[in-house]
C-alpha cells in the first residue's frame, strides 16, 4: 500500500511541476511579446500635409554631425502616418509610432498631438 501511495504521490508532483512549466513558458511568451510591442519606434515630427482621408504626412527633421567635417546637417524624412480620426491639421507637433504595414507606404499610426497649430 506505500508504495503504491509513493507512486501516487510522485505522479502529482511531476504533474504539479509540469503545469508550472507550462504556465511559466505561457508568462514568458507574453512577456516577450510585450517587449517587442515596446520596441516600436516612437518619433516626433510636424505635420506637412493632411489632405487624404485617415492619413497625414508626417515631417521628421534631425540634425546630425558630419564625421569628417564636423558640420550640423539637418536631414529630414515623410512618413504617412494612420489619423483614425483625421484630428491633425498642418504644422501641428505630432508623436508617432511604429506599427504594421496598413498600406503599402503606411507604416506609422498617430499617438498623439504634442501641440497645435495656433
Known amino acids: 500500500m506505500d508504495t503504491a501511495d509513493t507512486v501516487e ?6 504533474s504539479e511541476n509540469a503545469e508550472v512549466a507550462e504556465a511559466a ?5 507574453t512577456v516577450v511579446g510585450a517587449v517587442a510591442r515596446n520596441m516600436r519606434k516612437e518619433r516626433v515630427g510636424m505635420v506637412v500635409s493632411n489632405k487624404m482621408d485617415k ?8 540634425s546630425v554631425k558630419h564625421d569628417k567635417y564636423s558640420k550640423i546637417l539637418r536631414r529630414s524624412i515623410k512618413f504617412k ?3 483614425e480620426n483625421n484630428e491633425c491639421d498642418i504644422g501641428d507637433k505630432v508623436l508617432i509610432m511604429e506599427t ?5 507606404d503606411k507604416h506609422f499610426r498617430l499617438v498623439r498631438i504634442l501641440e497645435k497649430v495656433k
Open 100 to 104: 504594421k504595414p496598413l498600406s503599402k
Open 55 to 62: 492619413t497625414a504626412v508626417v515631417k521628421i527633421t534631425e
Open 25 to 29: 513558458e505561457v508568462a514568458e511568451v
Open 9 to 14: 504521490q510522485e505522479i502529482n508532483e511531476i
Open 81 to 83: 502616418v494612420h489619423d
